[in-house]
């Protein structure tokens, strides 16, 4: 390695530095596993993303505060720490869009909620967290468009005697608006718009209060909207951004802090709901939930940012071969799992409801993917990604989770006034807590007890009488949620064996649950409680699919350069769908010495962040630990889960240092 010399070492240090590299690389036939993450977090997990430098950077439940996990000295996220060091985000916020950029920064928009109070208002605004400076900063807003979803509340503080409100989200709110809530007058109006957290009203208030809700009446209308859609990060620090309301995209200018118009998709669906997922020739693809739900078959479209155009790829029109399923509906609320490419190349797209499908860009093709089906006490039963995680993992297979949403249609008789539901044909593998509806049946209804083969109680009286009527278990986000295995190889998916010991599952949507991929292969969990955990698959890689270090150059200041080829993996990693975005194919390197020490280096200058990208040579920048002794280690460069063979290289204390 240029800038500073091999030293040689006794036979005894390499056999026992590959002895510890021997336990970083998952071993075929290797048992696979689950393992609680051993110190508990600081509080719930929410998004999860990985940082350049190694550590993962966690939302704190719902809040704008981010917690950190640090992997121990020997590398291991099951015995990592936890940390509270990052800078509390300027605004709170809730299902949103997420990149992590090649310099190491980390890129947020939106929010379906956001403000104090996490109020429901689609938010345009974002930041971009400096994972160095640990600092937050504003980015330009998205851009206005027509038609935003009206908002009717809103939440601040309010004082007795004065007609300033503040601690406020402002979300484009105008003079002239009515405002209303506990110590607001009848008939006060907006004033003035002071800032993005205060505004003036029209009349004093009556009482003191902190964090009210307020309503504005008649429903206000913000100029700009962003909220949930989903983006994709593109080359030249830019990011393709869907829209919330119609066809229209836009691309974020990272350097220049400015939006873009681009190409309109084909059709007229929003990115409301929809994924992407991106290929190796660098386009974006997606499944056209709304139109495929009103034609009642699959559509499917690609964007190229090269040419700038979006162009169909969809069976139904005959720009593309096969045949591509309906995979969400009105019953399970025109949501979509998510889509992720396999280690073969094909794309999967999981259903919200029990539906997949399988693109083969090589040839152009869909085909319809098998059917997801949880097992409950030896019954079957269709389970649906209704917005869930998934994994690619190093042996090709994926790691995802679905719940009990696409339900299952039973018929029994009901009683007006009366809890009990009865002569239904059989109620094994009926579990407590699972929403019922139909005829006479209200609204948040669900199982109290399962009585007997052919009888149930729930917890609302029915509201008619009614025999043979036909009834819905399930529903949009039903629990229970369960982890499922797809096998690329024989298309088949089953319950993921072992099968994960998480006892809140069961009382869980899918929605709540998050996943993340680790630099060795591992794949993080979370249950959006403050108890994480590690799956540990079997297999691995195939070597041809590996990253590949070609050369490590240091170019003074602390500062070196790594060229290799597949730096970035296969895939994205993780992925979710719209409302998170934990993207991964970026590299990630790592030293370990003779004593199995890790240490982290902190990647950036990403010459790439393309997936597959085959014999292509591909160069990150990096720094070191500044904790790193000096020493001969073996470098490890991972990109989505999959790791190189190690490099062994000598690091000296000037280059530690920044010298």
């Avoid at 869907?242 to 990272?254: I, K, R």
Wanted: charged content about 10%; proline content about 7%; aromatic content about 8%.
């Amino acid at each position: 390695m240029p800038g500073g010399h091999r030293t040689r070492k006794p036979i005894e240090f390499w056999v026992g530095l590959l002895a510890v590299l021997f336990l970083f690389w998952p071993v075929r036939g290797n048992a696979a596993s689950w393992t609680k993450v051993t110190n508990v977090a600081p509080a719930s997990a929410g998004i999860m993303l990985q940082l350049p430098n190694g550590t993962i950077m966690i939302q704190q439940g719902n809040s704008a505060n981010w917690m950190r996990l640090k992997p121990d000295a020997q590398g291991s996220y099951i015995n990592g720490t936890w940390a509270t060091d990052i800078a509390t985000q300027p605004v709170r916020r809730l299902y949103f869009a997420s990149q992590v950029l090649p310099n190491g920064n980390v890129w947020i928009l939106g929010g379906e909620y956001s403000g104090p109070s996490l109020i429901s208002n689609w938010s345009n605004t974002g930041e971009i967290y400096d994972s160095v400076a640990n600092t937050w900063t504003p980015i330009t807003p998205y851009p206005a468009q027509a038609s935003c979803p009206s908002l009717t509340l809103t939440t601040g503080n309010v004082t007795s005697g004065s007609n300033v409100i503040t601690s406020m989200y402002n979300s484009g709110y105008a003079a002239g608006v009515s405002i209303s809530g506990t110590g607001i007058p009848a008939g006060t109006t907006i004033t003035s718009v002071d800032s993005t957290t205060q505004i003036h009203i029209s009349n004093n208030a009556t009482a003191t209060t902190v964090a009210v809700v307020l309503t504005l009446a008649p429903a206000f209308r913000p100029p700009a909207c962003f909220g949930d859609v989903p983006t994709m990060a593109l080359p030249g620090l830019k990011i393709l951004a869907g829209n919330l309301l119609n066809n229209t995209n836009y691309v974020y200018d990272v350097a220049a802090a400015t939006w873009t118009p681009v190409a309109h998709k084909v059709y007229s669906d929003s990115s409301d709901e929809e994924g992407w997922v991106k290929l190796p020739d660098g386009s974006i693809l997606e499944y056209d939930i709304f139109r495929s739900i009103s034609a009642g078959t699959g559509y499917a479209e690609k964007y190229s940012p090269t040419t700038d155009t979006w162009s169909s790829v969809s069976p139904a029109d005959s720009t593309a071969f096969g045949v591509l399923p309906v995979l969400s509906s009105t019953a399970v609320g025109a949501e979509l799992g998510p889509a992720l490419r396999l280690q073969d190349g094909r794309i999967l797209v999981l259903g919200a409801n029990q539906h997949t499908a399988l693109y083969t860009p090589s040839t152009n093709t869909w085909a319809a993917g098998p059917d997801m089906m949880g097992t409950l006490n030896g019954v079957q039963f269709p389970f649906g990604a209704d917005d869930a995680p998934a994994a690619t993992m190093p042996n090709g297979h994926v790691l995802f989770v679905a719940d009990f949403g696409p339900g299952t249609t039973f018929t029994g008789n009901t009683t007006s006034g009366s809890k009990i539901i009865t002569g239904i044909a059989s109620t094994v593998g009926y579990q407590i807590g699972w929403d019922v509806s139909g005829t006479g049946i209200p609204a948040s209804t669900t199982i109290s007890s399962v009585d007997s083969p052919s009888q149930i109680t729930v917890n609302n009286n029915a509201t008619a009488t009614n025999t043979g009527v036909s009834l819905k278990l399930g529903g949009t986000f039903s629990k229970p949620t369960q982890v499922f295995d797809f096998n690329p190889t024989t298309s088949t998916i089953a319950p993921v064996s072992p099968a994960i010991p998480d006892a809140a599952l069961n009382g869980n949507s899918a929605y709540l649950t998050r996943m993340l991929v680790l630099p060795a292969g591992q794949v993080l969990f979370s249950d959006s409680s403050s108890q994480l955990w590690v799956y540990t698959p079997d297999g691995a890689a195939p070597p041809a699919l590996r990253p590949v270090i070609n050369q490590v150059v240091y170019n003074g200041l602390g500062v070196f350069t790594l060229t290799g080829k597949q730096l970035n993996g296969q895939s994205a990693g993780s992925t979710y769908g719209d409302d998170v975005q934990t993207d991964e194919n970026y590299p990630i390197v790592r030293f370990t010495n003779s004593a199995g020490n890790v240490f982290y280096g902190r990647t950036s200058n990403w010459s790439s962040m393309g997936v597959g990208t085959g014999s292509t040579l591909l160069t990150t920048n990096f720094t070191l630990n500044p904790a790193m002794p000096a020493g001969t280690y073996a470098l490890i460069v991972s990109g989505a889960g999959l790791s190189s063979a190690p490099l062994f290289v000598n690091i000296t204390q000037s280059q530690v240092n920044g010298q």
